[in-house]
């Protein structure tokens, strides 16, 4: 596993990720704080998670930010898990406190997970 704040930099450890002999290579992105561009990294990569922040001092999970990465997973043949919405969901232009027991839930209700068959989540 390999954990970093600074995505990229990930390129300079790529050939090193992609020769380890792991059976799923997968990235977590969580929590989710801003849009960001995975296109350049999905190359070997199997999976992506993503999740929003919890906790009192959450900052903002949105969910046009997560839609984007499925869409760059969709477009790479890379299965995709939203995880959890985080403490403060927006969608739709409105940002909404979720209850910490809810926050998984809701987002498997939005029904946008992407599975391959294999368990992922």
Not at 62 to 68: A, E, F, G, K, R
Not at 76 to 101: C, H, M, Q, Y
Request: charged share 25%; aromatic share 12%; proline share 3%.
């Amino acid at each position: 596993m390999i954990l970093t704040k600074r995505i990229d930099r990930f390129l300079v450890s790529l050939p090193l990720f992609l020769s380890y002999p792991i059976k799923r290579r997968f990235i977590a992105c969580a929590p989710l704080l801003e849009a960001i561009d995975l296109t350049l990294y999905l190359h070997g990569v199997d999976h992506v998670t993503v999740g929003g922040e919890t906790g009192r001092e959450a900052r903002e999970c949105d969910y046009d930010w997560v839609l984007n990465i499925r869409e760059q997973c969709v477009k790479a043949n890379v299965t995709f898990w939203f995880k959890n919405t985080g403490s403060l969901f927006k969608r739709d232009s409105v940002v909404e406190k979720i209850n910490p027991f809810k926050q998984t839930g809701m987002a498997k209700e939005l029904g946008i997970n992407i599975s391959d068959g294999k368990r992922w989540f």
